[in-house]
């Protein structure tokens, strides 16, 4: 059984066609990570799922049920799941009440609702803030306040919408870190929507793409971010490179590319194998070499020359010139070793296993 | 000076005494504006939810309307409301002219404004997506309705204080669709306004007294009850 089925969603906000899914199945236990820029339909997606909004085509079944048109039908199944909104919305009650709203709103009452209640605010670090007002709250325990007031109820389907957004760095590793934990224990089916490449491959077992209403890839999270359907998604995914290079056919359902008057073999899986292409290489996967050094098995090296070297997080951003803009992201010790400053002519390198090819 | 305190002393008196024509006249008022902010609240609740959470075409009119209309001078409605009352009128067939219903369809068409007007902005404070997020909790529309009212609590019993306010203080309308009758259609404003004409200022004091004292009363209660939860 699947926990939600649609077929053919459409969604219109006046004449705009927000959402136009052509499939989307989930499977029990499974957490998904929608994926897309603002505007793409991934909140109007996560509503049409909780019953919010209803689609003016197509088809969706919740639980193996068909969607019902009416009212009461629509409430029967939306109490089967949970959908948290990106800010806290807590009500003006006490985080306890917070916590037990839709537990009340179910009937639910007495000392199993208080039970459910404290356990899934100690689970989320508020036991001692119970009788606290929202208004003293912080960002991060209003956050957990609403991630706690949605898994106390236990749902069949959680709708998560950007559960870290407005936490600073250090929050959002924080409750991001727990909510893997509790999310592979309750084994809930979860939606979340996220920009973050880390939280989805954090938490997310399937990534799905969507970019205009559409969906442009779905799959194992890890392989949507290793293997970009096409240059689109490449870029809204955040590869940093996409170098300009020609494929052609090669033994064995291998691809030889050309690239900056370089050819090289990559495996079956490479992607697009024949025509212009573009290779997609992380930041993080170009490498510096010392000139001379002995060539690696497997490894590409193209001359560049350093033009510009700036601290961008933890490491440093490395532009490189080689006959194309190239970014790289190199570690402080890197970045002393090979003496990376702009000017410097380096050898830089990547492994065929790293790049995959899209469509140019 | 001694007119006022004489007047003071009188009211006293009078609420003290229980003095039957006194009490009939301010249970009058009380049941009279009473049942026109209730019918109001009624009516005026769910139609400011329903403008504050609603977009269709027109509403930016209805709502200029209701805003206007919360200022209607009670002279204009009185007058209004005995035109369409009076025996010849459009609804003479229903002989309410001179009778309490009158006065509470006048006091209604005052208070109704006031309440659906101050409803629909407490409503409209309130974040957007608070009613699809209590939906999203398992919340009929019904609740969702109820949990908004709770959290626009301070306005929505601002809403009622104010249209109670407007009703029980006006004299224009009480006086031109009820007619101050004894014992039928006075109440506290007109009783106040005929004793000042007769030169009882005691008497009018009194009824004053009394009548700023049971607004006092009344709108404690409702404060009591707004600031209940709120700390």
């Not at chain 2, 949990?147 to 809403?159: C, H, N, P, T, Y």
């Amino acid at each position: 059984m699947t926990v939600a089925l649609a077929e053919g969603l459409v969604v219109s906000h006046g004449r705009q066609r927000v959402l136009d899914l052509d499939r989307l199945s989930l499977a029990p236990g499974e957490t998904l990570a929608l994926l897309g820029p603002n505007g793409a339909g991934k909140s109007t997606l996560l509503k049409t799922l909780a019953l919010l909004e209803r689609p003016q085509q197509g088809r969706l079944e919740l639980f193996g049920t068909s969607v019902p048109a009416n009212e009461r039908g629509r409430l029967a199944l939306r109490r089967r799941l949970a959908m948290v909104f990106q800010d806290p919305l807590l009500t003006d009650r006490t985080v306890f009440e917070n916590v037990a709203l839709g537990l009340r709103l179910r009937g639910h009452g007495g000392a199993e609702l208080r039970r459910r209640v404290m356990h899934w605010l100690e689970r989320f670090g508020l036991g001692a803030l119970g009788s606290r007002h929202p208004r003293t709250l912080s960002g991060g325990e209003a956050r957990r306040a609403s991630l706690a007031r949605a898994f106390v109820l236990e749902p069949e389907l959680l709708l998560l919408d950007e559960p870290f957004a407005s936490l600073d760095v250090h929050g959002r590793e924080t409750l991001a870190l727990e909510l893997e934990l509790i999310l592979r224990e309750a084994r809930l089916t979860t939606v979340l929507v996220t920009h973050d490449r880390t939280e989805s491959l954090l938490l997310a077992d399937r990534a799905l793409v969507l970019l205009a209403g559409r969906r442009r890839q779905d799959g194992p999270a890890r392989s949507v971010f290793a293997a970009p359907a096409d240059a689109e998604v490449a870029r809204f995914l955040g590869v940093e490179n996409l170098l300009p290079a020609m494929a052609e056919p090669a033994q064995d359902g291998r691809v030889t590319v050309s690239l900056s008057g370089q050819r090289f073999l990559l495996g079956p899986a490479a992607g697009v194998v024949a025509g212009p292409v573009y290779l997609a290489v992380r930041a993080e996967d170009i490498h510096f070499v010392a000139p001379g050094s002995t060539t690696e098995e497997g490894r590409v090296r193209i001359p560049a020359r350093v033009t510009r070297v700036v601290p961008y997080g933890v490491p440093y951003r490395v532009e490189l010139e080689a006959g194309m803009l190239v970014v790289g992201l190199a570690a402080r010790h890197t970045v002393d070793r090979h003496g990376l400053v702009a000017g410097r002519e380096v050898i830089m390198s990547f492994d065929v296993g790293a790049v995959h090819l899209v469509a140019r | 000076m001694d007119l006022i305190t004489d007047g003071i002393r009188q009211a006293l008196r009078l609420i003290l005494s229980g003095n039957p024509q006194v009490m009939e006249i301010m249970w009058l008022s009380l049941r009279v504006s009473g049942a026109a902010t209730l019918i109001s609240v009624l009516l005026g609740v769910p139609l400011g939810a329903a403008l504050a959470a609603r977009r269709f075409p027109g509403r930016q009119v209805v709502l200029g309307l209701i805003h206007a209309g919360m200022g209607l001078p009670p002279v204009a409605v009185g007058l209004f409301v005995s035109l369409m009352l009076w025996r010849s009128g459009p609804l003479g067939f229903l002989e309410l002219i001179y009778s309490p219903s009158a006065i509470i369809i006048a006091q209604v068409i005052i208070a109704l404004p006031v309440v659906t007007g101050l409803t629909a902005a407490g409503i409209q404070q309130l974040d957007p997506r608070l009613p699809l997020q209590l939906k999203g909790l398992g919340a009929s529309r019904w609740q969702a309705f109820l949990l908004l009212l709770g959290e626009a609590r301070l306005s929505v019993v601002a809403a009622v204080m104010a249209g109670f306010g407007a009703v029980i203080s006006e004299v224009g309308a009480s006086m031109m669709v009820g007619g101050n009758i004894l014992h039928h259609t006075r109440v506290l404003t007109t009783a106040t306004v005929l004793e000042t004409g007769k030169g009882n200022f005691d008497v009018a004091i009194a009824l004053s007294v009394i009548l700023v004292g049971l607004t006092f009363l009344i709108a404690m209660l409702l404060t009591l009850l707004q600031q209940e939860r709120s700390g």
